[in-house]
């Protein structure tokens, strides 16, 4: 479905790869879900250190494994499963020694209005993150068809680089004008119709400022995927890395400092344009070298 299947080799390597982080699914699973609880109960601190420790694991046992012990693949897959699984005790621990939260047997019983809740909450980050596997298993098949199945036709690859870019910001664009003509809507799916007049006008203002960039997010984005899929990892993981760390995480705490609560809304944008700066000149020199390997 993801296009793993380009040959016999890329198939061999994904399956493997495949079979062994699955078995990492529950843990990840129950550290993901732990992991705001313990935030909400007032340890931020360790809601991180328990992440940290399980990234910090991985990425100590990656060489080990892959390298030292000459697993390939498996070993690249175990590593992240052993990070996930050290999360998942520390969760399990500080569950043990929780501050306010006090779990018994009954915490464990489902409940319809809670259930209710958390669902309406949860489906925005759940449509959010399967839009995204949606679109690069969609991305990958049509490379595999119209690039890797035909590596010398440059030319192809990159008109499918240009329908890419232009499909990603015309969808950008239909969700902007969503966004900003219809927020209030919007808001009351989630679930905020009762809300004071003070969250709902403040949702709008959030909605409106904090997405206003979503036509750059989503070429951002389609550049990311595209340059994975053709096998520059290294200019996509750094694209990736300075959009979610440098620009994201810089922004989101350097521009509170001097806005106030409008820093944050403003910390996405800011990020999604400087990101789109940057995209630029990756896409105009991976549009040069498509046209100099073509000649």
Known sequence: MFGGTVNAETFRHSKEYFFYI??????????????????????????????????VINIILDPIFIFIFKWGM?????????????????????????KIVRLSTSTFRL???????????????????????ASMAAINNM????????????SRVSELFTKLLVGEAIVGAIAL????????????????????????????KAFRIYLCMIVFACVNKATFI?????????????????????????????????????????????SDILTAIVSAVIIVLTYRELRHSAS
């Open 177 to 204: 004008l969503i966004v900003e003509l219809l927020p209030r809507q919007l808001i009351a799916i989630f679930g905020a119709a009762n809300e004071s007049v003070y969250y709902t006008d403040f949702a709008i």
């Open 111 to 133: 409940k319809s209005d809670i259930v209710r809740h958390s669902l309406t909450l949860g489906i925005c980050s759940f449509l959010s993150q399967i839009s995204l596997v």
């Open 226 to 270: 595209f340059l994975q899929a053709m096998g520059k990892a290294a200019a996509s993981t750094a694209l990736s890395m300075i959009r979610e760390i440098v620009f994201g995480v810089g922004f989101a705490l350097l521009l509170p400092i001097y806005f106030g609560l409008d820093g944050v809304l403003y910390s996405m944008p800011v």
């Open 22 to 55: 699955s078995l990492g699914i529950p843990f990840y699973m129950f550290g993901q879900a732990a992991n705001p609880v313990i935030r909400a109960d007032g340890s931020p601190k360790f809601a991180m250190i328990s992440t940290l420790a399980g990234a």
């Open 143 to 154: 490379i595999r068809q119209y690039g890797a199945m035909d590596a010398g036709s440059k």
């Open 74 to 98: 498996m070993g690249a897959a175990v590593a992240t499963v052993f990070g996930q699984v050290v999360t998942a005790i520390l969760a399990v621990w500080y569950f043990m020694h929780t």
